[in-house]
């Protein structure tokens, strides 16, 4: 049977008069073609504004944003692993300052979590990533950027720590290479140092600026430590005598000398020969006498001796 009206009764309350409306085919399709149309807008509007699917372009961003999440969540495994080095290199940096003799480095380290002691624990980009929506991804980038400044920053500390630990253990080692710590010459210690002693030639109580070490004529003379001969010289009372300068106001003199090996102006290195035992000046007999000089003024040689490079009493 073919469709050719519809008949609509309204019946209003309180016993009014009825209506009725007719709708005929023509109406019928104008009903069905708005449902439609209304219906196409509906389903239009969820897509656009509930999927990232919509058009050309919105699969594009979706697919960039995908990309892009995959991507900082690599950056942030590779900051989580550049904060633990940070944190182990300050725990290195303070044992080398410990060594090299600095005071302990006060900055505030970057502990293992990322966080430092007035901060709670660093979010990552990865759990940033999850909580906003793909559209604003774009936003990711500068989301952990004051945690990246502070490494920066820590990783620029470091090296100034380093470089400060490295030239202060430097200058030690060259402090410890320039102090006369063995002795010249193996031998019998024949003379101590002394404000006054009793001197074998002269026969008068004279001080003893230095040390005397017995040794046969011509037993090697070896460099206290690294310098530079600043005088080769004979001398009435010293006979054959050179001196070296150490560096750190410290000098050593030697003296009776048979024969000297280094010139003035030569670099020697500890345990370097630089002469030989003899019996020249104000002598009794072959010997070396030895003097130590800081700042001008002689002390004891047997106080920069470590315990094995002293001679038998």
């Known amino acids: 049977?073919?469709?050719?009206?519809?008949?609509?009764?309204?019946?209003?309350?309180?016993?009014?008069?009825?209506?009725?409306?007719?709708?005929?085919?023509?109406?019928?399709?104008?009903?069905?073609?708005?449902?439609?149309?209304?219906?196409?807008?509906?389903?239009?509007?969820?897509?656009?504004?509930?999927?990232?699917?919509?058009?050309?372009?919105?699969?594009?961003?979706?697919?960039?944003?995908?990309?892009?999440?995959?991507?900082?969540?690599?950056?942030?495994?590779?900051?989580?692993?550049?904060?633990?080095?940070?944190?182990?290199?300050?725990?290195?940096?303070?044992?080398?300052?410990?060594?090299?003799?600095?005071?302990?480095?006060?900055?505030?380290?970057?502990?293992?979590?990322?966080?430092?002691?007035?901060?709670?624990?660093?979010?990552?980009?990865?759990?940033?990533?999850?909580?906003?929506?793909?559209?604003?991804?774009?936003?990711?980038?500068?989301?952990?950027?004051?945690?990246?400044?502070?490494?920066?920053?820590?990783?620029?500390?470091?090296?100034?720590s380093f470089r400060a630990v490295s030239d202060t253990l430097t200058r030690n080692f060259e402090r410890l290479a320039n102090t006369p710590s063995i002795m010249p010459t193996p031998g019998y210690l024949s003379s101590h140092f002394s404000q006054s002693r009793f001197h074998p030639v002269l026969h008068e109580n004279l001080p003893h600026e230095g040390i005397d070490v017995a040794a046969p004529m011509g037993a090697p003379i070896i460099a206290p430590a690294a310098g530079r001969v600043i005088s080769v010289s004979n001398e009435p009372g010293y006979g054959n005598m050179f001196q070296i300068d150490h560096g750190n106001g410290i000098v050593t003199k030697f003296a009776h000398c048979s024969r000297i090996i280094v010139h003035v102006g030569e670099f020697v290195t500890r345990g370097q020969l630089i002469a030989a035992v003899g019996n020249t000046g104000l002598s009794t007999g072959p010997h070396l006498h030895y003097e130590v000089h800081v700042n001008g003024k002689p002390v004891d040689p047997l106080k920069f001796v470590v315990a094995s490079g002293k001679v038998a009493d």
């Open 1 to 160: 049977m073919s469709f050719k009206h519809w008949t609509i009764l309204i019946v209003p309350p309180d016993n009014q008069r009825t209506r009725t409306i007719r709708i005929g085919p023509r109406g019928h399709r104008a009903l069905v073609t708005g449902a439609c149309g209304a219906g196409l807008l509906i389903a239009s509007a969820v897509v656009i504004l509930f999927t990232p699917y919509a058009t050309p372009g919105a699969r594009l961003l979706a697919h960039e944003n995908d990309r892009l999440r995959a991507q900082l969540g690599k950056i942030d495994v590779r900051l989580s692993a550049l904060s633990d080095t940070l944190a182990a290199l300050g725990a290195r940096d303070q044992q080398l300052r410990l060594v090299a003799g600095l005071p302990a480095d006060s900055s505030i380290e970057i502990t293992d979590a990322g966080a430092t002691p007035a901060q709670g624990p660093r979010p990552t980009l990865a759990g940033i990533a999850t909580e906003l929506p793909k559209p604003f991804l774009g936003r990711l980038g500068f989301g952990n950027r004051p945690d990246i400044d502070r490494m920066i920053e820590r990783a620029t500390e470091l090296t100034s």
